[in-house]
């Protein structure tokens, strides 16, 4: 998709843009709207007498395409480096292993309760060559490392880093490749520019120290002296503070989604009053720790976006007795972190991963082969003040079509038990 917006947005400019495309289905889908297309195997020949490539985020740095662009003369930069060359609105910009949308979300609900025109772009879902050369007062941009990794002068006002944490080095191919592109957020900041951390996170702590403007600390826990975030019972921020009871959280993990979001927004120009409205009515997305419902005293969580190790452990420690499940397909990451975790009563791992999970598992567990079986499982184990938490810590391609699907799924086998047992 981020072809066909990077396609578009440069034939609304004037240039010629060419599509290429493997895919002989989409090839044609792609002339039939207009699009002009180069299919067929790969050749170095392909991007001859260009004057620039965009690159797919689906292609790693390893594939040829890639491998033969760089070895050209022909510069190549992703769609948001193009996209955002175009833009006339000051831009914040949101990374991190875990919690981009959420946080590109929340800054632009903030600056939209606040009266700009905002909107939010990017990796989010909404391509930025989709809506760059329109008007806008403000734009919130949730980049991924693929994204990053081939930019020239993008330069966000803010910018805001989450965490750091090894993910898809099946794309990168080491973690120090992965975190130096999640590090070029800020590259082009200058003394001018503004970076929001997470001091918390030891990788997006480390990475700070490479920033060159300003810096600001923010925390889900304790809110650091030169920094925002948790103080005794409040949540503070730059313009104002919220009693912690006031909030419809109280995960580390989300007080400082809600603190990175409001100081980024509030750099942007964000009121009190928005950023007061926002945090008190922010509930996490579908998908993300949602409870599905409570028997027996036992709480059924479905975070089947919590896609790696990072994700799936910080959901782990936000309870304090799990019956966990996960695997999937494992994106060549360490997946020894997820049985580590103290709160972890019974594991329970299904998909390619399973039994490798399985293997590093030193207490109770069993290694099913569907969902229906984890949740009978689950449901034969648990008792009353445990949580049975789906968090993955896994791509779910092996079994189903995106981490919605798998979290349908399970809220689906989980409703189906329940009934049947009631």
């Not at 207009?34 to 392909?46: D, I, K, L, N, T």
């Not at 992965?178 to 520019?193: L, M, P, S």
């Not at 009693?243 to 809600?258: G, I, M, Q, S």
Request: with cysteine; charged share 20%; proline share 4%.
């Amino acid at each position: 998709m981020s072809g066909r917006s990077a396609a578009s947005l440069a034939a609304r400019r004037g240039d010629e843009a060419v599509i290429f495309e493997t895919d002989p289905d989409r090839a044609d889908t792609l002339r039939s709207d207009g699009f002009e297309v180069v299919s067929g195997a790969w050749s170095p020949s392909v991007v001859e007498g260009f004057d620039a490539v965009i690159a797919s985020p689906g292609l790693p740095e390893t594939s040829e395409p890639i491998v033969d662009t760089l070895a050209s003369k022909v510069p190549l930069i992703s769609e948001i480096e193009m996209a955002s060359a175009v833009l006339r609105a000051p831009y914040a910009a949101v990374t991190g292993t875990n919690g981009k949308t959420t946080v590109t979300s929340l800054i632009a609900a903030i600056l939209a309760a606040t009266g700009f025109n905002v909107v939010a772009a990017g990796n989010i879902g909404l391509g930025l060559s989709d809506v760059a050369d329109q008007e806008w007062d403000r734009v919130v941009i949730e980049v991924s490392s693929f994204q990053l990794r081939f930019i020239e002068s993008f330069k966000p006002a803010v910018a805001v880093l989450l965490n750091v944490a090894d993910d898809h080095l099946d794309w990168h191919g080491t973690g120090e490749a992965y975190a130096d592109a999640k590090a070029r957020i800020f590259e082009n900041a200058g003394e001018d520019g503004v970076l929001v951390f997470d001091v918390d996170d030891v990788g997006a702590r480390k990475l700070a120290e490479r920033a060159t403007g300003r810096v600001i600390a923010v925390s889900g826990r304790l809110a650091p002296s030169d920094g925002y975030g948790v103080v005794a019972d409040c949540l503070r921020t730059m313009t104002t503070s919220i009693d912690l009871a006031d909030l419809r959280v109280t995960d580390p993990a989300y007080l400082l989604d809600l603190t990175a979001a409001a100081v980024a927004a509030e750099l942007l120009g964000a009121s009190s009053d928005a950023v007061e409205k926002v945090l008190h009515d922010f509930e996490p997305g579908k998908h993300r720790r949602t409870v599905i419902g409570t028997w027996s005293g036992i709480a059924w969580i479905n975070d089947s976006k919590a896609t790696n190790p990072h994700a799936a452990v910080a959901s782990c420690q936000a309870y304090p007795s799990v019956v966990l499940i996960a695997g999937g397909r494992n994106k060549g990451l360490d997946l020894k972190p997820m049985t580590e975790v103290g709160s972890i009563r019974y594991l329970i791992t299904l998909g390619e991963a399973g039994p490798q999970l399985m293997s590093m598992w030193t207490g109770d567990g069993r290694l099913v082969g569907s969902l229906d079986e984890a949740v009978a499982v689950a449901a034969s184990v648990a008792k009353s003040g445990d949580t049975v938490l789906l968090a993955p810590g896994c791509a779910s391609f092996d079994m189903f079509s995106s981490y919605e699907a798998r979290g349908d799924a399970f809220e689906a086998a989980v409703e189906t038990f329940q009934g049947a047992t009631a």
